[in-house]
């Protein structure tokens, strides 16, 4: 058997000091070395034209500068859209995209799991089954449904395919299953609890890392999608989009561009931020047993 020491009153396995101190430091190298692709896209759009051009390309910058920030400002200025606009677009549906998405795969991904009735086995390995293909696959399937409901060139083109997403419901039944006891739903249902009220006031909180990650990945889906086949109306494209747009001009723009992907960049990564000690939290904290 292996020994057994005390760390703060739990007891632990046997490890030496220096074991943990080289793991330690193990994790710290590995984490600089995926944090550097960041770095590297934000030293660049403080890089001048000659350095983001200079062969071999520099990792840090030499001369700072905030120029790329400047002209890509003016050029959002010239826009005859006001950015403000585009910046409204891509917010309203990023926000209402992923509140959709976590309400019906939530809900779903509840009845699957905790609600037994015919059929149910089979929903779901259907559900399954779609994981495999590709939004770019569907694309025609879905533009078809959307013209058929006159929904083309709407935000809901875009929102309502997002709150249909099967990942978030694969991920939220999976979650279920494992993490919320039948026994208490069941205390819950002889007590007089409503499904609904049984799902909000047990079920939701007991998989709160599952909807947080799920957050995190609609969320981040939605602010990084550029151009729609669904969207033809200037006044209805993303800010994305505008940005894709404004940087495309050639070689004169490149300042422009590296300083777009740092603004795009920044939402995403503050959602992940912020909601990544609660998943680390709750992921700890969730676990129950019969």
Same mark, same amino acid.
């Given at each position: ?7 703060? @009153? ?52 030499? @001369? ?69 293909? @590709? ?14 409901? @006159? ?140």
């Amino acid at each position: 058997m292996a020994k057994l020491r005390t760390r703060r @009153h739990r007891v632990v396995l046997s490890r030496s000091i220096g074991g943990d101190a080289g793991i330690t430091v193990l994790l710290v190298l590995l984490g600089l070395f995926m944090f550097l692709p960041m770095v590297y896209v934000v030293a660049n759009s403080f890089k001048p034209l000659d350095e983001l051009w200079m062969f071999p390309p520099r990792f840090f910058v030499y @001369h700072p500068t905030f120029d790329n920030f400047k002209s890509l400002f003016v050029l959002m200025n010239t826009s005859w859209v006001p950015f403000s606009r585009y910046i409204f677009n891509t917010v309203f549906i990023s926000v209402v995209g992923t509140f959709g998405n976590l309400a019906c795969g939530s809900l779903a991904a509840y009845a699957l799991s905790k609600i037994m009735f015919p059929g149910r086995k089979w929903i779901f390995k259907t559900i399954r089954l779609s994981l495999m293909f @590709h939004k770019t696959v569907t694309a025609i399937t879905n533009f078809i449904i959307m013209s058929a409901l @006159h929904l083309v060139d709407t935000y809901w083109a875009i929102i309502i395919p997002a709150w249909g997403s099967t990942l978030g419901l694969y991920l939220m039944k999976q979650f279920m299953e494992t993490n919320i006891s039948d026994a208490v739903l069941e205390s819950a249902r002889l007590d007089g609890a409503t499904e609904l009220r049984t799902f909000w006031t047990i079920a939701m909180p007991m998989v709160k890392p599952a909807w947080l990650t799920l957050i995190i990945y609609s969320f981040q889906d939605l602010w990084n999608s550029g151009s729609s086949i669904y969207v033809y109306s200037e006044q209805l494209k993303s800010f994305n989009y505008a940005i894709g747009q404004i940087t495309a001009g050639g070689i004169k723009r490149a300042g422009a561009s590296a300083a777009s992907t740092v603004i795009m960049m920044a939402v995403p990564i503050a959602v992940f931020v912020i909601s990544q000690s609660n998943i680390i939290e709750t992921m700890g904290s969730s676990g129950m047993k019969d």
